[in-house]
């Protein structure tokens, strides 16, 4: 009985508790939708509808010449809501469709494709992404015009999603100077040095979540629109970065170097014309572009000869020395205090003249002249250091320019050793963009200009900031000490270090250096070797510097490794500017020729009178043949026609390597040639017949 009891009074608590309970949910639950109601409605609608940012396009950058670099390019993901269109079009277009989306992906069948809208239609499913692959703008057109899709966002359901795209149309062409920007906002070069005006202004719209965590864009009247980037107009030249580069590449592969650096600038303006930084790729064979050696930290060290430069402006401007003055440098080894200083030429270059001292680049020559008259003041001599802005950074427009080294006097790391070897480039570190504007200061007669890369932000027609040629020192040193280191400059390329780079069609002053590399607190047996210098000599258009790090082998000297490349890319510029190529070939003695006009011999009649025409040379012509020879009758030029006959070996002497190519290669003919310039002989006789895959051999000169 007491059992019965027991069980019954179990059974009536368990009844009341679940009473108990069930009340207090269902009280919950009244709260919840009557009083709570609105509150919760608000928290789901901010967890499936959100304003989102819509990216703005990204700015172009552009070549001074109005090349597009970087641009952004428009790609589209195309989505479906398969529950949009109504179900008559749906079912009279949805095998058409699949077909056509089959055809054109590509990657499954038709019936694969119609399978899947039909169950993400059945399902409910309102974001449907019917491939992965993004479309470009005219295949965009192309889908438009399908069945279903071409009902549009509200009639067929189709979103075509934007997706912008980095885009440069000469690849890797100043790849590390245009840079990039990834998704954390970090990056190099003018993508990200400029990126405050290329990202533009971020727009606003709102977007639904759905199932899978995507994210559906709405139409909503408070969407705000994207303010699209400022497009970036560089001062870079793509046909002379494209020489620099190639030039680069091939010395640096030639020498199996680890890295190398190339800068041209405008005297004038200081335009960079071209940057090119290329380094040995460590996993896999050949060099790619990954840091600015010539403007960053890892690329400041000691820069060795070149900075002779400045040693023999300290010395000249303080009337120091003469050019004619003479110093022994004795046998190629002198000792300061307890260390000794050595020439490159064993035996040394006993007793010669200043001069000599910087054609032959003599190390103890130098330090010598500099410890005699500065080694009592060591000051005096760096505030020309000072003075020419080498120690301090540039101010340049990409950001990660490197801040320059230079001891102090009566600091714990200044030796009686230091200035005569900072007086030969060691012991100092400076980047090579630092050691081009100096030299490029001496080009300009003095008149120092800040480098620049950037010269124009604009969005359309309008200029939101230019940027002008800003000077850093109006005159670094007076007009007769530059004229001298002018001279200087000269020599070493006529009669001295970079004697291997003359040439006869216009001169090229400059400087070699080399620097042994500091390894572990110790000078090693691997060099870092350079050459800068300008061009034409007499009257500099360019400046330009040359740096290849490490190369192999013997004569590794910045005279046999880095100014052969300068010449190249020297000889390739002035080739390709024809203000250079023609002042100085066909204006002579105040004429308008030179002459028997050897530089306009023969080629292209349209391009030679617009080269003449251009050039105030009196031309004329009375035919319509297109391609001619040239006479001079009166002072003036008469084009003879030159018939060009498929049928006969044409006359291709006096034309370039191009034309020459061009029209015998049209009749049939395989062409072998040998020097350079234009074409002085050839091996067939002009008129004979020709006979199918016949060789004809020409001699440039």
Not at 168 to 177: E, H, S, Y
Request: with cysteine.
């Amino acid at each position: 009985m007491n059992i019965k009891r027991s069980i019954l009074f179990r059974v009536r608590i368990a009844f009341l508790l679940t009473t108990l309970i069930g009340g207090a949910i269902f009280y919950r639950i009244s709260t919840i939708q009557l009083v709570d109601g609105e509150k919760w409605q608000e928290i789901s609608e901010d967890i499936h509808l959100q304003y989102r940012p819509v990216k703005a396009t990204r700015g172009n950058i552009y070549s001074s010449g109005g090349n597009l670099l970087a641009t952004s390019l428009p790609f589209y993901r195309v989505v479906l809501d398969p529950s949009i269109a109504n179900d008559e079009k749906f079912r009279s277009g949805i095998d058409s469709l699949s077909v056509l989306l089959a055809g054109f992906y590509k990657d499954k069948s038709a019936t694969a494709y119609k399978r899947m809208i039909l169950d993400a239609k059945n399902s409910g499913k309102k974001y449907l992404i019917l491939n992965r692959k993004h479309i470009g703008y005219q295949e965009k057109l192309a889908l438009m015009k399908w069945p279903i899709l071409r009902d549009g966002r509200l009639g067929g359901g189709v979103i075509f999603e934007k997706v912008d795209q980095r885009y440069r149309p000469f690849k890797n062409l100043a790849g590390r100077t245009i840079g990039f920007l990834n998704e954390d906002q970090y990056g190099v070069g003018i993508e990200y040095s400029f990126n405050e005006y290329l990202q533009g202004q971020n727009g606003e719209a709102l977007f639904q979540k759905i199932a899978g965590g995507s994210w559906k864009p709405l139409h909503d009247a408070e969407d705000l629109k994207p303010e699209d980037g400022y497009d970036i107009t560089t001062t870079l030249d793509i046909n002379i970065q494209d020489v620099a580069e190639s030039a680069l590449l091939r010395q640096l592969m030639n020498k199996d170097a680890a890295f190398g650096s190339v800068i041209v600038m405008e005297v004038a303006t200081g335009h960079i014309k071209a940057l090119a930084n290329l380094e040995k790729n460590k996993n896999s064979y050949g060099y790619g572009e990954y840091y600015n050696y010539a403007v960053g930290e890892q690329g400041l060290t000691e820069p060795g000869s070149t900075f002779k430069l400045l040693s023999m402006m300290a010395l000249l401007e303080e009337g120091k020395i003469s050019l004619n003055d003479s110093i022994d440098t004795g046998n190629g080894v002198y000792k300061f205090y307890d260390r000794s200083m050595r020439d490159a030429k064993t035996g040394g270059f006993g007793k010669i003249t200043v001069r000599e001292v910087f054609e032959k680049s003599s190390n103890i020559g130098v330090s010598r002249l500099v410890n005699e008259h500065f080694g009592a003041a060591p000051s005096k001599y760096l505030q020309y250091a000072s003075k020419t802005g080498l120690d301090q950074p540039l101010g340049f427009q990409l950001k990660g320019e490197a801040v320059p080294f230079f001891k102090k006097p009566g600091t714990k790391t200044w030796y009686g050793t230091t200035l005569p070897w900072m007086s030969i480039g060691y012991e100092v570190k400076v980047t090579p963009l630092q050691t081009l504007t100096l030299y490029n200061a001496v080009a300009n007669n003095g008149r120092m200009v800040k480098p620049m890369i950037v010269q124009r932000i604009s969005r359309g027609n309008t200029v939101k900031e230019s940027f002008d040629t800003e000077v850093i020192n109006k005159q670094i040193a007076s007009k007769k000490t530059i004229q001298q280191l002018q001279s200087l400059l000269e020599g070493v390329v006529e009669n001295g270090t970079a004697r291997n780079i003359k040439n006869e069609n216009y001169k090229i002053a400059g400087k070699t250096g080399t620097a042994q590399k500091l390894v572990d607190g110790r000078y090693t047996q691997t060099y870092y070797t350079s050459f800068v210098g300008y061009f034409p000599a007499d009257n500099p258009k360019y400046s330009a510097i040359v740096i290849i790090d490490s190369p192999k082998g013997f004569q590794a000297y910045g005279g046999d490794i880095s100014a052969p490349v300068f010449k190249e890319i020297a000889d390739k510029i002035h080739a390709q500017d024809l203000k250079l190529d023609l002042q100085k070939k066909v204006v002579k003695n105040d004429q308008p020729y030179a002459g028997d006009l050897p530089y306009i011999q023969a080629g292209l009649t349209e391009e030679l009178q617009m080269l003449c025409n251009k050039f105030g040379i009196s031309n004329h012509y009375q035919e319509q043949e297109p391609w001619v020879k040239s006479r001079v009758s009166n002072k003036s030029i008469q084009w003879v026609s030159n018939k060009v006959d498929n049928q006969q070996v044409p006359d291709v002497t006096g034309m370039t390597l191009r034309d020459a190519l061009h029209i015998l290669e049209n009749a049939g003919l395989r062409v072998q040639y040998n020097g350079k310039g234009r074409v002085k002989n050839q091996s067939l006789a002009a008129g004979a017949a020709i006979s199918k895959d016949q060789i004809i051999k020409l001699i440039l000169g």
